[in-house]
Structure formats: C-alpha cells, structure tokens
C-alpha cells in the first residue's frame, strides 16, 4: 500500500469515527431515547420508578462489588442496557425564554458519561468519556441562529464543545478529577449561553425528584450536582461502533508519533 492509499484510509476511518459520534447524538431521540432526560422513565405512573435508572453509587461503590457488578451488567445487558458512569448530573426545568423554543425543556441527565465494561472477574474499566450532545441540541437549537451559528463572547458553541471533546479524548479515563473538571466547563458554558444560575444538590435521585416536581407544577429552575454518579439506561445505536473507530484512530495517531 502506498503512502497516499495509507494517508486516504486513514483519514476516511476518522471521517467515520466522526459520523458516527454524528449518529449517536445529532438527532433529537435515538434508538436509546432522549438524553437530555435519559436519567427519568418515561412512564405514565408517577412515582418512585421513574426513577430505578439512577443509583446512589460513585463509581468506586460500583467496583468494590467486584463480580456482583459484574452480573449486574450482564442482568442489564439482557434487557439492552448498559451500565454508565455520569460525571456532573443536571436535573430541572428551563424556560422557553432562555431556550426560545416555544416549550420549556424538562432534563435529567448526565453532563459527560461512559459505559462501564466488566470482565468476568469483576475488573471493569471505561473506555471512552463522552459529551452529552443531547443537551446543546435541546437547549441551544433554538436560539438565534441555531447553535451552530450562535456567537458567545466571540466563540461559536460547536467550537467550544469540539475544546471539550478534545479535552476528553486524551485524558486517562480513569482520572476522574479531569473528566470531572470537563463537565464543569460544560455546565458553566451552558449556563452563560443560556444565562441561568444553577443550583447545587448532593444527591441525583433528590435532583430528579425536583426536576419531576418542577415539571408537574410548570415552574422552572435547574439543579447541578458534582462528582461520579452510577445509572443505568438504554445503549445509544452506534456507541460500540463509535468506540471502536475511536480505538483505531487513537492507535493510528499513536504511530504517527
């Protein structure tokens, strides 16, 4: 193979590693449903299990249980979900004004998540930390222009989310102060775009809980809360695909080096 066959090969894998992060989260919902409220049960029932997506454990809890978290992954897999780790949670409601959309928009959701993969011995890992596109696309379509187009200070949005992205895909994705501090950036972004004052909650399922109250009595406001959270939910349609190329590109990149 030449040189030039190598160079096109290599840059059509990260043209498809590229649309396929496109797949997983351009679209309003996916095959795994709405992210921007992925935390909540879209159930007709309102009660507690609109909330049995969301745990109470730090991803430490979750691998101290070594095999037991193991099966638990594979219960979830047999019904099509996996098992992630949210880094920064936002649950709550905000206005049609600040989104100019002609609703208000109802989220619960993680910031930046991974999927945790476990091997049979109870060891488990995160391969890739990923933004949470969902919620730009719901909270920043509407505004002038359309978030693609939208200027803040200067700086187009999809600029500051690819920073983000970037950010994330070279930082050791066991170090969770890092991954923690990419979806501070993020909430702070939001909130400037958006101009909106988060409050802060120490727990998710408390900060869900608001949320759905918010929502039920159509008021608004928007709880942050910080640190590494367990959940569960739907895989999104093309997450393994684009885990993959992103293995090849980072290997590709490595030899070029």
Known sequence: MTNNEEELGRRYLLYLRDMSRKVIFASDKSSAGDYTRILVLNSRKKDDTRFSRMTEWTLQDLRSKGKEGARLADKQGDIGNGIFCAAGIIAGVVSEKATQRRKTSVIAAPLVYGQVQFEESGESEIEEWLLNYDLATELLSGLDGGAINLQVSGIRPEEVIRSLEERLEILETDDLTEVNKVAQDYKDFLGAVLNIEFGDC????????????????????????????????????????????????????????
């Open 202 to 257: 120490p727990s998710p399922i408390v900060a869900a809980k608001i949320a759905m109250g918010l929502s039920d009595a159509k008021e608004e406001g928007v709880n942050v809360v910080e640190g590494d959270w367990i959940f569960t939910a739907p895989v999104p349609s093309g997450l393994n695909t684009f885990t993959a190329l992103q293995d090849i590109a980072k290997k590709l990149g490595s030899t070029e080096n």
